[in-house]
């Protein structure tokens, strides 16, 4: 994959198809620690111990049309590649935790991408999914969950075209504030 944000999506997917209604997705860049973390946490079916320890084996999928799956293996190698590692924490019935580390400086580590417009499509295919984002760029940071957008949103849906821009607005606005 030619970015992360295209990771957290494959892996959003996961988390979706495991019937998670609850996704935790947290950003950490940390230049001066020559360090970036991605973390997804879901609470959805979780996996058995055995599966959790096979699923960078690209060939060890759960799903039925398609005996590959590449996205987590190709995660791995992204880690691999840039001085990091991948961790899966999974606890069937409980959910999993998908942790990516990376050298922020290194030659190969993949971009960020657009982590914004990932967070829409999130948003807009799955409305009724809780989705907790947390971004941190050295000691500042910024966090914004669905669940309180839909508060104050009442009868107004989340995907609803006008909310969504704004929510991009809001998103792009808030993650450069933070970088600054």
């Given at each position: ?6 990771h ?11 019937h998670?209604d ?5 950003i950490?860049?940390?230049p001066?620690?020559n360090?970036?973390v991605?973390?997804?946490?879901d609470?959805?079916?979780?996996m ?9 084996d ?5 799903r039925?049309l398609?005996?590959v799956?590449?996205g987590?293996p190709l ?5 691999e ?5 991948l961790?899966i924490d ?11 580390t ?6 190969d580590?993949?971009?960020?991408g ?12 799955n409305?009724k999914i809780n989705?907790?984002?947390n971004y ?6 910024f966090?914004?969950?669905?669940a309180?957008v ?7 849906a ?5 909310v969504?821009?704004?929510l991009?607005?809001?998103l792009?606005e808030?993650?450069n504030?933070?970088?600054k």
């Amino acid at each position: 994959m030619q970015d992360l944000s295209l990771h957290i999506l494959d892996i959003a997917q996961n988390s979706i198809r495991a019937h998670a209604d609850e996704i935790h997705i947290c950003i950490e860049e940390m230049p001066s620690k020559n360090q970036l973390v991605l973390s997804i946490e879901d609470n959805g079916s979780g996996m058995p111990k055995q599966l959790a320890k096979q699923i960078t084996d690209p060939f060890v999928t759960t799903r039925t049309l398609r005996r590959v799956g590449l996205g987590i293996p190709l995660l791995k190698q992204n880690c691999e590649n840039s001085e990091g590692e991948l961790s899966i924490d999974s606890e069937q019935g409980k959910g999993t935790i998908i942790k990516a580390t990376m050298a922020y400086r290194h030659i190969d580590r993949v971009p960020l991408g657009d982590v914004v417009s990932t967070l829409i499509i999130l948003i807009q295919s799955n409305p009724k999914i809780n989705f907790i984002y947390n971004y941190q760029y050295e000691e500042k940071s910024f966090a914004f969950e669905t669940a309180e957008v839909k508060k104050i949103l009442g009868d107004v849906a989340i995907d609803n075209l006008d909310v969504l821009a704004w929510l991009k607005e809001y998103l792009e606005e808030n993650m450069n504030s933070v970088k600054k």
